[in-house]
Every structure is written in structure tokens, then in C-alpha cells.
């Protein structure tokens, strides 16, 4: 954050800009032929950025968007485990308030900014701002699924599931990956040239939308012993190809990797834009200044009620599928076919909205979106009586998804 208020970043209201411009050319109290210059000069940097050609990437950046993809996967791996593979697993056993109470789980992952001062500010010199974090982070979850995946197909297979426990580990995965992504966001930032630094925004999306679906969709699929035997097996089992503690323990493997790699292959540089240390103090400061503009009280709102028609759909379509009668291993197939579809947009859809108008696209895909929920309401209440799933509605339910 501190980064972006000091490039004069477009989260700044133009008074805002003006002034940290202002205030660097030694301009204590502002003119209006200062503002009128400083107004054009805003433009004409606007409009030169607009039409500056994209910068092919170096190798070392090539390598370190790489970095960043691998490490916004492995946030994705326990968001895909709690958001999706465990509320379905435990569909069978579990009520819907039980289900409601899992999803505790997810907050810390939108409640980060709370700590993400702390991250920005606490760390040792000798090791780096963003690896004082990102190492022991990874460690610990590492070490968590490693233990995870040593007991958790125990704890599947009780008839009464410990719910109240199962909230509580995952939602300490869930704060570890939360705690994670607030400092690989900050060295997205320097980690990149300042040319390429663009490109971070792409590495979190095709990185987070890997993870995720690689522990929701793909792992499901798997998992299920019915998928296995139609398309993997010539003789049917009653188990899936990939367990839950296998998968659990392979990513405990990964983490440990990729950590320790971290730790003695990868060094930290430091950059120009972090000399200056600032105290938690300042930083929280900073964050109600930017919360109290007006284009962020605005955004804010937006965010704030923008997912009030999606949240129904999107917590419980599939699972009342499930109940209806409509097959795991197809519901399976189904996401996992969106799973190409998944990283081919998110990339497009970083580029389109890099242009003047970069809500467009959004709010092109916000009406498209509210309509699926609209077609997916009707697909669910039009389930078939026989329970019979024909390839019209499998179809059908592809296309919303």
C-alpha cells in the first residue's frame, strides 16, 4: 500500500495526488496554475501509460513470474480444501448449519487487512521483509498437512463428524494462507521491474485459480470412487485414485520443497522503495486516510454489496444438485471441464481491464453472472422427478457453471 501511495497510484482520489506531487516539488500551499499544470500533467501521463507498448519481460523476470505462480498456488491448495472439497465430502453427514458453521473458516481470508500492517512491518533484515514471513508460514502449513493427512480420513469416517475441530484447523490453514498472500502481494511489488510489475495482478490469478481448483474440482474428481471406475479402471473399486490424507500429505511435500528452496536458492534484494521504514502506528494511519477518500468509501460500498445476488448460488447450488440426486463424478466432470476456462479468462481478464475503463469487463460479466443464478435456480427446481440425469441437463448445468 505504501508502495502505491508513493507512485501516486490511481487508488488516491486526484486531490489526493495532487498533493503527494505537490508536496514532493516543495510547493507548500498549492496555486491554481500548480494545479492546473499538475492536472495536465496527470493526463498526459494517464493517456502515455494508456499507449506505451507492453515490455517483453527479462529472464530474471520471467523466472520470478514464475516464483509468484508457484507461490499463489500453493495459497489456493487449502482455500480449494476448505471453500469446496470439505463442505462436499461431508455433504452426506453434515446438515446445512453444520455446513454454515465450517464456513467460519473462511474469514481470516477477508479479514487480513486487520494484520497485513503487521506483516508490512515486522520482519528481519538478515532474512527479508516478505521471506520473515512467507517461510515459517509455509513450514507451518506444510507441518499441518503433514499431520492433516496422517488423521484426517479417520475423522471422515466417524459417523458424527467433530465439526467444531474441523472449523478450527482449517480455520488456522486459512489464516496462514491469508497471512501468506498479504506478503507475496507486497513482493509482487518489487519482486517484478517496475515495467513488469503489471504482471503480478496475472500471476495471482492463473496461481490462486490453479490451487484452488487442483483442491476442489480436479482432487474431487479424483477422489471419487465412481469417477475412477468409469474413466480410469477396468475393474471397480469402492476407493477413489487420489485419498484425502495422500493428497494432504503430497502437498506437505510440496510446501516443505518449495520453502526450503526459498530459503537457500532464492535471495530477497532490497528494494529502493523500502529504505524507508515506517511503524505499525503509521501504517494503520495511512490505511484509515486511503479508507476515508471518497472513491474508496464508493469502491468499498460496491465490493460490499456485490456479491448479495451470487452468494446463494454459489454456496448451495451444487450442494442441493447433490441432494436432488445429481452424481458427484459428474458434478466433478462438469467444474472440472470450467477448470481451462478458469485460467483463460483470468488472464484476459486482467488485460481488458488495464485499459481507462477497467470496471467494464466486471460489470459486463456482473450482469452475465446474475443471469446464470437466475438459470441455475431453475436447473435446480427442474431436476428431473425420476432422478434420471440426461446429457440435455448435464449440459445444461456445464453451461451455467
Not at 441455475?376 to 448435464?394: E, H, N, W
Request: neutral net charge.
Amino acid at each position: 500500500m505504501l508502495v502505491r501511495k508513493a507512485r501516486g497510484d490511481t487508488l488516491l482520489a486526484d486531490d489526493e495526488r495532487e498533493e503527494l506531487m505537490l508536496t514532493r516539488r516543495g510547493s507548500p500551499s498549492p496555486s491554481p496554475e500548480d494545479r492546473s499544470e499538475l492536472h495536465a500533467s496527470l493526463a498526459m501521463d494517464e493517456k502515455e501509460t494508456a499507449a506505451a507498448p507492453a515490455t517483453p519481460m527479462s529472464v530474471k523476470d520471467t523466472w520470478n513470474f514464475a516464483l509468484l505462480v508457484v507461490l499463489y498456488l500453493l495459497q489456493g491448495v487449502p482455500v480449494g480444501l476448505a471453500f469446496g472439497s470439505i463442505p462436499f465430502l461431508l455433504k452426506a453427514k453434515m446438515s446445512y448449519t453444520q455446513i454454515g458453521v465450517f464456513s467460519l473458516a473462511h474469514y481470516p481470508y477477508s479479514m487480513k487487512f486487520l494484520w497485513s500492517p503487521i506483516v508490512d512491518t515486522v520482519y528481519n533484515k538478515e532474512i527479508g521483509r516478505r521471506k520473515s514471513w512467507i517461510v515459517p508460514i509455509q513450514l507451518l502449513t506444510g507441518f499441518m498437512f503433514l499431520w492433516l493427512g496422517i488423521n484426517i480420513d479417520d475423522w471422515m469416517n466417524q459417523d458424527q463428524i467433530a465439526i467444531g475441530t474441523l472449523t478450527a484447523v482449517f480455520f488456522v490453514l486459512i489464516f496462514f494462507s491469508a497471512t501468506q498472500d498479504i506478503a507475496v502481494d507486497g513482493w509482487a511489488l518489487t519482486l517484478l521491474s517496475k515495467d513488469n510489475v503489471s504482471y503480478a495482478s496475472t500471476a495471482q490469478t492463473i496461481g490462486l485459480n490453479s490451487g484452488y481448483f487442483l483442491s476442489f474440482t480436479v482432487f474431487l474428481a479424483f477422489n471419487s470412487p465412481a469417477f475412477s471406475n468409469k474413466y480410469f479402471r477396468s475393474e471397480p473399486q469402492e476407493y477413489g485414485l487420489v485419498p484425502l490424507g495422500g493428497y494432504l500429505k503430497f502437498w506437505s511435500m510440496m510446501y516443505f520443497a518449495i520453502t526450503l528452496w526459498l530459503v537457500f536458492l532464492k535471495k530477497e534484494e532490497r528494494s529502493h522503495l523500502e529504505e524507508n521504514d515506517i511503524n505499525i502506528q503509521s501504517v494503520y494511519k495511512i490505511i484509515l486516510k486511503i479508507i476515508r477518500l471518497p472513491h474508496m468509501k464508493s469502491y468499498m460500498l460496491v465490493l460490499l454489496m456485490a456479491k448479495v445476488g451470487f452468494i446463494a448460488n454459489s454456496a448451495v447450488t451444487a450442494l442441493k444438485l447433490l441432494e436432488k440426486g445429481f452424481s458427484k463424478e459428474d458434478l466433478a466432470l462438469a467444474v472440472l471441464i470450467d477448470f481451462p476456462f478458469q485460467i483463460i479468462f483470468g488472464y484476459y481478464a486482467v488485460r481488458w481491464s488495464s485499459g481507462a475503463r477497467p470496471l467494464k469487463p466486471w460489470l459486463w460479466a456482473f450482469c452475465a453472472h446474475l443471469v446464470c443464478c437466475i438459470v441455475a435456480m431453475l436447473i435446480v427446481s427442474g431436476f428431473p422427478q425420476d432422478g434420471v440425469v440426461t446429457p440435455t441437463y448435464f449440459y445444461m448445468v456445464l453451461a451455467t457453471t
